[in-house]
């Protein structure tokens, strides 16, 4: 019999580190970058942001830095093509 190993939400970042992800903002506010850095405070940090508002794009960035508190959830996206 075989155990399989949950991951914690830790690791489970730490895999998605230089993948594109959207990091929806208590706000309502999406950021889709580049998942460069996460710290123990769950602080962000994006390259290649673009911030979208209700599904438009309202602007973008270089690198972003997304405090933690702030953070609604983190999601995996797909490769920009």
Request: glycine share 8%; proline share 2%.
């Amino acid at each position: 019999m075989s155990t399989v190993r949950k991951q914690t939400p830790n690791e489970f970042l730490k895999q998605l580190i230089g993948r594109p992800v959207v990091v929806k903002l208590s706000s309502g506010v999406d950021y889709r970058g580049i998942f460069a850095n996460l710290d123990g405070y769950m602080n962000v940090i994006l390259e290649q942001t673009e911030e979208y508002m209700n599904g438009e794009l309202k602007n973008k960035y270089g690198d972003t830095f997304i405090r933690g508190n702030n953070v609604l959830y983190i999601s995996a996206q797909k490769r920009r093509l």
